[in-house]
């Protein structure tokens, strides 16, 4: 007969999904109600105004789609893309590559604009690409890329795309609750993110928000969109203002009161406040990374301090250090992806699992691991050197 399942209590610093702050868990356990309860409408109207603040905007057209970031994802490119567009879409990582699929999937053209994994997007090669193409409507690109730990310029790729009349598509999975996201002040179209990076929430659930000209579009686009779930138009019965509270499907209620949680907890720690400790812990891991040799893959300039992508020492036995922090040390950290497959590390500082502890947990255990590897380390300098950028801080 088969047992409960009880997991064992990791430290999550990979790319996804981090720890989960214990309030947000608690909240899950809380009393399921009926998604049609009046309790419950309060509460879908709460997380509206506290998604609106962490995306910096007062956009009508923002609600959590019931499914992971890929779902939010593709929300965006069904809803917004037609049959025999052409849309431009950047790519320095797998994730720019999965909106490839999704341009492709919706009978639509994608041109893409290609930068090398490690590197942001180069806003020069879209706007070339957009003047190229005078017909696209939609530009597309991820602005924190997981598969590789860089951060593009969103506040010129969005100009850009308005600039040439042509609606933006930003991925922020990575980016919310971690670093700078002003939807408003960008003037970004359609945004989708994801509960599990950043907000440390439960996996599961995907942010959004459209614009009033994202929205103008789907109003006006003419055809019902090929995805009967994600179709903006009947979720929005739903989940809109004044709306009649129509079925449409089951919300998740409970992910739902995690989402609240979590966005609670964003809110009294505030905006800035966040993406200082993000930026401060990062600090902290890069000078003890480096005290150990190891090097990041992405330029200074263009870090995300959420995920930390380095190459590992030569003659490292990847799977193996990974495979002993986590037995040992129940400390999970990320392998690479795609071409960077075999060759680095990605280490997540994000959400509630970016702090001090872990920050040194780490480093302690890289320490301990690369000498059982027969690395000539300087052991315990990576450790000093994070707390000598924590005193420093402080
Ligand atoms: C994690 C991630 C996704 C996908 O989110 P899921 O919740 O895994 O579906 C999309 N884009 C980026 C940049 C991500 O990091």
């Not at 090398?116 to 020069?124: H, I, L, M, R, Y």
């Not at 500082?349 to 001090?356: E, I």
Request: hydrophobic content about 45%; aromatic content about 6%; proline content about 5%.
């Amino acid at each position: 007969m088969a047992k409960s399942f009880h997991p064992p209590v990791r430290t999550l610093m990979g790319p996804g999904p981090s720890d989960v702050n214990p309030r947000i868990l608690e909240a899950v356990s809380r009393p399921t109600i009926g998604h049609l309860d009046p309790a419950f409408v309060g509460l879908m109207d709460e997380i509206k105004a506290l998604l609106q603040f962490a995306f910096q905007t007062k956009n009508a057209l923002t609600l959590p789609v019931s499914a992971p970031g890929s779902a939010g994802m593709e929300t965006c490119f069904v809803n917004l893309v037609n049959p025999g567009d052409t849309v431009i879409v950047a790519q320095n990582g797998v994730f720019g590559g999965r909106m490839k699929e999704n341009v492709e999937r919706c009978g639509a053209t994608a041109v893409m604009v290609q930068d090398e994994w490690g590197t942001a997007v180069d806003p020069q090669k879209v706007a070339d690409a957009l003047k190229a193409n005078p017909d696209a409507r939609v530009l597309a690109f991820v602005h924190a890329e997981t598969s590789t730990g860089a951060r593009s310029d969103a506040a010129t790729l969005c100009k850009l795309a308005s600039e040439h009349d042509c609606l933006s598509i930003v991925d922020a999975v990575t980016s919310l609750g971690g670093i700078e996201l002003d939807v408003h002040g960008w003037g970004a179209d359609a945004v989708y993110s994801g509960t599990q990076k950043c907000l440390s929430c439960i996996p599961g659930l995907s942010p959004v928000t459209f614009s009033d000209r994202a929205a103008a579009a789907i109003e006006n686009r003419g055809r019902r969109a090929q995805s009967w779930f994600l179709d903006l138009e009947l979720v929005m019965a739903y989940w809109g203002e004044g709306a009649q509270r129509a079925y449409h499907h089951t919300a998740p209620v409970n992910d739902l009161y995690a989402l609240h949680e979590a966005l609670v907890i964003l809110e009294e720690e505030g905006l800035q406040s966040a993406w200082d400790r993000h930026q401060r812990n990062h600090d902290a891991l890069a000078a003890g990374l480096e005290a150990l040799g190891i090097e990041f893959v992405v330029d200074r300039e263009y870090r995300l301090p959420q995920l930390n992508c380095v190459r590992f020492p030569d003659g490292i036995d990847d799977g193996a250090v990974r495979k002993t922090l986590l037995n040992d040390f129940q400390l999970e950290i990320g392998a690479g992806l795609g071409p960077l497959a075999g060759q680095v590390w990605r280490i997540g500082l994000m959400g509630f699992a970016s702090n001090q502890k872990n920050v040194l947990l780490c480093l302690g255990a890289l320490d301990a691991v690369l000498r059982q590897q027969g690395l000539a380390v300087d052991s315990g300098a990576a450790v000093a050197a994070a707390q000598a950028v924590y005193a420093a801080q402080s």
